[in-house]
């Protein structure tokens, strides 16, 4: 992926990702696949600092009984309050990390992902952050980590490795992203590949 101008990308993806009305038809469809699965959205978070576009994740916390320890985006399970998988990645994102909704200005969404283990069905919600991320306040309880990482690094092939695993009859490709101390995987992995090909498509 290219270094490109913050406000030609942030154009770019809100042409290229699905609107939420979009997003439902392809969530519907998932659905009748697997109508046994719980729903959840996560937010991907894009803001511009030092003149290029981080995305923002969170390492959670090593007690919880789920991916304790491992990388993630904010987000979890749809309340049900919630109107929509946007409200609900925006409504995580402040719970966990004190994101302010207001500040957000969602571009799009990207085509739900299936985790066969944990069996979520979930919304990545893709996201600009035009005044910058603001003050941040995680939730301990969950979150351990905020950690704050420049696109164009994770685009770099040198930090990328696949695997291909089979479960339940079917064989699909985990994304491994090594960045530093921090291992990208499994969903977060998948959406994070989803987001990156987009932007490479978008920078030609």
């Known amino acids: 992926m290219k270094r490109q101008d913050t406000r030609e990308t942030v154009q770019r993806l809100r042409s290229r990702l699905f609107s939420v009305e979009q997003a439902q038809t392809l969530m ?3 659905e009748g696949q697997r109508p046994g699965a719980r729903k959840a959205a996560v937010l991907l978070t894009l803001f511009e600092q030092d ?3 981080h995305i923002v994740f969170i390492r959670r916390a090593s007690t919880l009984r789920s991916h304790s320890g491992e990388m993630a985006f904010p987000g979890g399970g749809v309340d049900p309050t919630d109107l929509s998988a946007v409200m609900t990645a925006l409504r995580e994102a402040q719970e966990e ?5 207001d500040r957000v200005d969602v571009l799009g969404l990207l085509s739900p992902v299936f985790t066969v283990v944990s069996n979520y069905l979930i919304t990545p919600v893709v996201a600009f952050l035009p005044h910058g991320l603001g003050d941040v306040r995680l939730q301990t309880s969950e979150v351990t980590e905020l950690v704050l990482v420049p696109l164009h690094e994770l685009a770099d092939p040198a930090i990328l490795r696949t695997e291909e ?6 064989t699909r490709t985990v994304y491994f992203y090594d960045y530093g101390p921090y291992c990208i995987w499994g969903a977060t992995g998948r959406m994070l590949n989803a987001l990156l090909e987009i932007l490479e498509t978008a920078g030609e």
């Open 51 to 53: 003149a290029n576009l």
């Open 165 to 170: 695993w089979k479960r339940v009859g079917l």
């Open 28 to 30: 519907g469809a998932v």
């Open 97 to 101: 990390i004190g994101l302010e909704p």
